[in-house]
């Protein structure tokens, strides 16, 4: 029976917590800032967190790795 295999995009961008949440880089931080609110630049530092439902299938995509 062949392995599962790790996808390697979703190994990038996703962490898990040793609680089992899944931790994420969040969307718009990276240039044109200038367009957005100074409220809106503040919410969206540090890392954001991934719904419950969302978590299954990044726990299968990432197999055994949590990095």
Same mark, same amino acid.
């Given at each position: ?7 390697? +995009?979703?190994?990038? &961008?996703? &962490?898990? $917590?040793? !609680?089992?949440?899944?931790?994420? =880089? =969040?969307? +718009? ?5 200038? =367009?957005?609110?100074?409220? =809106?630049? &503040? !919410?969206? &530092? +540090? $890392? +954001? ?5 969302? $978590? ?12």
């Amino acid at each position: 029976m062949p392995k599962q295999k790790t996808h390697k +995009g979703v190994k990038k &961008r996703f &962490r898990i $917590t040793a !609680n089992g949440k899944v931790k994420h =880089r =969040r969307a +718009g931080t990276s240039h044109l800032q200038v =367009r957005l609110t100074s409220k =809106r630049k &503040r !919410n969206l &530092r +540090g $890392t +954001g967190v991934l719904a419950k439902a969302d $978590t299954l299938k990044i726990h299968e995509a990432l197999g055994k790795y949590s990095y």
